[in-house]
T-cell receptor
Framework: DTEVTQTPKHLVMGMTNKKSLKCEQH?????MYWYKQKAKKPPELMFV???????INESVPSRFSPECPNSSLLNLHLHALQPEDSALYLC????????????????FGDGTRLSIL | AQKITQTQPGMFVQEKEAVTLDCTYD???????LFWYKQPSSGEMIFLIY??????QNATEGRYSLNFQKARKSANLVISASQLGDSAMYFC????????????????FGQGTILTVHP
């Protein structure tokens, strides 16, 4: 069992739907991440949150909207997605992004497999 | 320019044999960390092993060891006594210094190597 929990595991949605992906960790980590991964490709970073504040947005389209309500939760709100957005969405967390702890590994969840019809 | 290069798209190994997965990297930062992750078909990214740029010794973690050659900028993963459950995609990743800049917190992944263990 992973220490980062993602729900749902699978999601099928139409291009006009609004849905949200959820991620939760209880390891006391203060950095949380969203990645997008296409089949047989490496994960691509989308967003980084540090202490509940958005630190990095990798030029992600506005149809993806992240939210970090508290230090344990990370959401990704989806609206008007395109078929090319179908992918595995991975959430990760790490203790910190600065200083000595910055080289601690990121812990990943199982991911949400998203299909856009 | 590619920062992490994994030149082996696929590797095959016999059960109980050892296998080496290659990884080379490119950075001008003196402080960086190198990570290996395993991703089974289920999708979860599992952390295997970490090597810091200032670490004097090669990292080891159970059946996993990292052959770190700093001058050659290589960080190959060695899996000893392969098991059927080792069949998966393996990613090498690098994190550069967190001191300033916008790259902090960011992992750069290689393209991955699919390892298949034969019985």
């Amino acid at each position: 069992d992973t220490e980062v929990t993602q729900t749902p595991k699978h999601l099928v949605m139409g291009m006009t739907n609004k849905k949200s992906l959820k991620c939760e960790q209880h390891m006391g980590h203060r950095a949380m991440y969203w990645y997008k991964q296409k089949a047989k490709k490496p994960p691509e970073l989308m967003f980084v949150y540090s202490y509940e504040k958005l630190s990095i947005n990798e030029s992600v389209p506005s149809r993806f909207s992240p939210e970090c309500p508290n230090s344990s939760l990370l959401n990704l709100h989806l609206h008007a997605l395109q078929p090319e957005d179908s992918a595995l969405y991975l959430c990760a967390s790490s203790p910190h992004i600065h200083g000595e702890l910055s080289n601690q590994p990121q812990h990943f969840g199982d991911g949400t497999r998203l299909s856009i019809l | 320019a590619q920062k992490i290069t994994q030149t082996q798209p696929g590797m095959f190994v016999q059960e109980k044999e050892a296998v080496t997965l290659d990884c080379t990297y490119d950075t001008s930062d003196p402080s960086y960390g190198l990570f290996w992750y395993k991703q089974p078909s289920s999708g979860e990214m599992i952390f295997l092993i970490y090597q810091g740029s200032y670490d004097q010794q090669n990292a080891t973690e159970g059946r996993y060891s990292l052959n770190f050659q700093k001058a050659r900028k290589s960080a190959n993963l060695v899996i000893s006594a392969s098991q059927l459950g080792d069949s998966a995609m393996y990613f090498c990743a690098m994190r550069e210094s967190a001191a300033g800049g916008t790259s902090y917190g960011k992992l750069t992944f290689g393209q991955g190597t699919i390892l298949t263990v034969h019985p």
